[in-house]
């Protein structure tokens, strides 16, 4: 089955809470460095207001949104009843409340080298290297179908080194860039040898 490439669609209706990450330029770069099958599960952990997985969604995916932030959860439920889309909802760390196996899992990670702390600063505080939980991500274990792939936004001002040694072994391409004055937003779709 063929994919479709996924464009922003600046039309969907998106309501947003103070204390969840609202879409930015990051979350827009995700979204269009994508390419979906009608019908592919896909899994975004970290979903903020949802606007990647309702994109996900109006392209014919059948998703499930997690993310440790309640408020975020039930954001983006409401995100998808106001645009007439379906998907599954739950509150999860990385993989700690999911059910089931996918065949894409995303995350737009909390990537900035910062030990913020907070609810909201959670989506963006990836800790001292700016990694995060990205280990913790790329151990999907059975909730990766076999040659199923992980894709992530990346920061060049993560610990770059320390990105490349938890990498290696794994298949990455480089799917979209975004060059910022300060810094460049890199999505990385990751596959594990087969």
Same mark, same amino acid.
């Given at each position: 089955?063929?994919?479709?490439?996924?464009?922003?669609?600046?039309?969907?209706?998106?309501?947003?809470?103070?204390?969840?990450?609202?879409?930015?330029?990051?979350?827009?770069?995700?979204?269009?460095?994508?390419?979906?099958?009608?019908?592919?599960?896909?899994?975004?952990?970290?979903?903020?207001?949802?606007?990647?997985?309702?994109?996900?969604?109006?392209?014919?995916?059948?998703?499930?949104?997690?993310?440790?932030?309640?408020?975020?959860?039930?954001?983006?439920?409401?995100?998808?009843?106001?645009?007439?889309?379906?998907?599954?909802?739950?509150?999860?760390?990385?993989?700690?409340?999911?059910? /089931?196996?996918?065949? !894409?899992? =995303?995350?737009? +990670? &909390?990537?900035?080298?910062?030990?913020?702390?907070? *609810?909201?600063?959670? #989506?963006?505080?990836?800790?001292?290297?700016?990694?995060?939980?990205?280990?913790?991500?790329?151990?999907?274990?059975?909730?990766?179908?076999?040659?199923?792939?992980?894709?992530?936004?990346?920061?060049?001002?993560?610990?770059?080194?320390?990105?490349?040694?938890?990498?290696? /072994?794994?298949?990455? !391409?480089? =799917?979209?860039? +975004? &060059?910022?004055?300060?810094?460049?937003?890199?999505? *990385?779709?990751?596959? #594990?040898?087969?």
């Amino acid at each position: 089955m063929r994919r479709v490439t996924v464009r922003y669609d600046p039309s969907l209706k998106m309501s947003e809470h103070p204390d969840v990450y609202p879409p930015s330029e990051d979350s827009i770069l995700l979204i269009e460095s994508l390419e979906v099958r009608p019908g592919e599960r896909v899994l975004e952990v970290g979903c903020g207001s949802g606007v990647v997985s309702m994109h996900c969604a109006a392209n014919g995916a059948r998703v499930t949104c997690v993310d440790v932030n309640p408020y975020a959860v039930e954001l983006t439920r409401k995100n998808f009843i106001d645009n007439g889309l379906s998907g599954e909802f739950a509150e999860s760390d990385v993989y700690g409340n999911v059910n /089931g196996v996918f065949d !894409t899992i =995303l995350f737009n +990670l &909390p990537y900035l080298p910062a030990d913020d702390e907070g *609810l909201l600063a959670k #989506a963006w505080s990836g800790g001292g290297d700016g990694l995060g939980p990205l280990p913790r991500l790329l151990d999907a274990g059975d909730h990766l179908v076999p040659g199923g792939r992980i894709v992530v936004v990346v920061s060049s001002l993560m610990d770059r080194d320390r990105l490349n040694a938890m990498l290696e /072994g794994f298949e990455v !391409t480089v =799917l979209g860039e +975004l &060059p910022l004055f300060f810094e460049r937003l890199s999505v *990385l779709e990751i596959r #594990a040898p087969c």
